[in-house]
């Protein structure tokens, strides 16, 4: 049974920083797998934040955190973390971590196919 299990979230100041972890059981990263995070704000739709490859280390980033947000995975502890800096309050999100076998970041971000979803972290930004 896949599992992916989220940390990391909590309340944080403008310009401040968080790490979210992700810690995925039942497959590992030597398997093809597009692994990310996506985030939903109040009354908004679901946005595809940040993906990374299993395999080929291929990055994916929404124009809204390019800069700011650095995503890595460790093979070893099977966990990919994904490094917010220059919070904003736009930021303010339930932050998913999602895993699909075999498909491109890009897609994956973008059409929400994800084939496993964590429970998500509660990230709040205040100005």
């Given amino acids: ?37 996506v985030r939903q704000a109040p009354g908004k739709e679901r946005e595809g934040v940040s993906c990374i490859g299993t395999t080929d280390g291929i990055t994916y980033y929404a ?3 390019k800069g700011r947000f ?3 995975t460790d093979v070893a502890k099977n966990t990919v973390y994904l490094q917010m800096n220059g919070l904003k309050p736009e930021d303010t999100a339930v932050y998913y971590c999602a895993a699909e076998w075999f498909q491109y970041c890009w897609r ?3 059409t929400m196919g994800a084939d496993y979803w964590g429970q998500g972290t509660q990230v709040t930004v205040s100005s």
């Avoid at 992916?4 to 398997?31: I, K, P, R």
């Fill in 1 to 37: 049974e896949v599992q992916l299990v989220e940390s990391g979230g909590g309340l944080v100041q403008a310009g401040g920083s968080l790490n979210l972890s992700c810690a995925a059981s039942g497959f590992t990263f030597d398997a093809d797998y597009a692994i990310g995070w």
């Fill in 70 to 72: 650095t995503i890595s």
């Fill in 63 to 65: 124009d809204s955190v």
């Fill in 108 to 110: 994956t971000m973008t």
